[in-house]
């Protein structure tokens, strides 16, 4: 079972930066679906980017040119660079693997992006 922790959220105005980290207990060498997800309050959770083994990334359009996902499999982590924060940004960010037909989550970390 990969277990996932998620760090680096918290208050930014607007137009600043924040980059989330997200360490998995095991090694992400071989994991070909892994991202971010981000749930605001009273909506559903939706992804925000994706990243493949082979580094293939895919973003939502509300983020593409301010979000970067990243991945350093030397040390099982997987980054999201955050620019241009947007109110509309705040959320709760989760990480999840997707691995061998099952899927994992951490249990998020709090953006919130003042106007």
């Known amino acids: 079972q990969v277990q996932l922790v998620e760090s680096g959220g918290g208050l930014v105005q607007a137009g600043g930066s924040l980059r989330l980290s997200c360490v998995a207990s095991e090694s992400i060498f071989s994991i070909n679906d892994m991202g971010w997800y981000r749930q605001a309050p009273g909506k559903q959770r939706e992804l925000v980017a994706r990243i493949t083994s082979v580094g293939t990334t895919t973003y939502d359009d509300s983020v593409k040119g301010r979000f970067t996902i990243s991945r350093d499999n030397a040390k099982n982590t997987v980054y999201l660079q955050m620019n241009s924060l947007k109110p509309e940004d705040t959320a709760v960010y989760y990480c999840?693997?997707?691995?061998?037909?099952?899927?994992?989550w951490g249990k998020g970390t709090l953006v919130t992006v003042s106007s």
């Open positions: 999840y693997v997707y691995h061998v037909g099952l899927d994992y």
